[in-house]
């Protein structure tokens, strides 16, 4: 996931205030016609700003777990340090590009199984630990260190007439990214007791073990893992494969039994329409809509497209539906029409539209445009979770 443009996005009117959990909110921005009922609403930690980076998957991931953390009863307040996954994160990446002779991806992006790599092998800090920022009062840009980083990379994966010394490699990745993002404290005191980074994740309470990762898709088999073929997917994590009524049953039966769930998605489309805190995939072509029936979706509700696996599948297969962008799912709404939307956490600051950083995506937008989710494993109705062998104790 690499979408970025928090920097980019226009400042709104603040109409909205979303706290842990997210206030309702009877519309999308000043003077349109949606009319919200919220029919779930979970908890969840303060909008936070990914700034000028490909980030959001760690974003995404880590305010998941925050919504974890209030969910096991761990306290309320909560800000985990998405740049010590980051900092982590980049030189595994690094070693696998050289080892795939530069034929995979490295970039600023990643996916939810590196959040849970992270919190279990390396532990996990609070933000005022590790911010990440050499400067504290500048947002967060890592181009200069992206490019750094693979000026050094991309010539020794390429040279295969000289041997790899991987030592010197692994010394000279780790000393560019602490120059850049500042290096991780080995131990720490917060709150007045000591931790390391791993004692501190035991503290969390949460178990990597307990969460898993769902997408549904054609080109494999139902009820079994896979690979899925995304460039940030760089560790080759495996996904469980589902269809598509049972993948909506699975996102459905999480919100309503109390569980946040990550979410990676496509959001190139057209009706994704960031500044109006509308994610949406209307049954009428939207030139129609604007240039004959005179409607503006971002003010007036409209039906939306029925999604079938074969409409999903034609989108992945076409490169229509990419892995843009991770957020974070933490609750529903209806429209006066009855047409369910998913309250999404995003990480574009709390500036960057007039529901607080918030918007409403439209089931038949996530039903279309989701390339995978983590959540709990408990979140699985049972029935599902035995089909795919996994165990709920």
Known sequence: MKKISGHKLLSGFLMLAFLAPAQPASTNKKNSEYNFVVVKNLEATPIQNQNQTSTCWSFSSLSFFESEMMRMGKGKEFNLSEMFVVRNVYPLKADNFVRMHGKTNFAEGGGFPDAIRVLKDYGMVPEEVYTGK???????????????????????????????????????????????????????????????????????????????????????????????????????????????????????????????FAWGADVSEKTFMRADGLAIVPKTPLNILKDVEKKDPSVTPVEQLAITQQIRQKAFDNYETQDDHGMHIVGTVKDQNGTLYYIVKNSWGKESNECGGYFYASESYVLYKTTSIMLHKKALPAAIAKKLGISQS
């Open 134 to 260: 050499k400067d504290p009062a500048l947002p967060h840009n890592h181009k200069l260190l992206e490019t750094t980083l693979k000026n050094i990379l991309i010539p020794a994966s390429l040279d295969e007439t000289q041997k790899i010394d991987f030592g010197f490699l692994h010394n000279t990745v780790n000393a560019v990214c602490d120059e850049y993002l500042g290096k991780i404290p080995e131990t720490f005191d917060y709150k007045g007791k000591s931790y390391t980074p791993k004692t501190y994740a035991q503290a969390t309470g949460l178990n990597p073990d307990d969460y898993v990762f769902l997408t549904s898709f054609t080109h494999h088999p139902f009820y079994s893992q896979f690979v899925l073929e995304i460039p940030d997917n760089w560790n080759w994590q495996t996904t469980y494969n589902l269809p598509l009524n049972e993948l909506q049953e699975v996102m459905s039966n999480a919100i309503n039994t109390g569980y946040t």
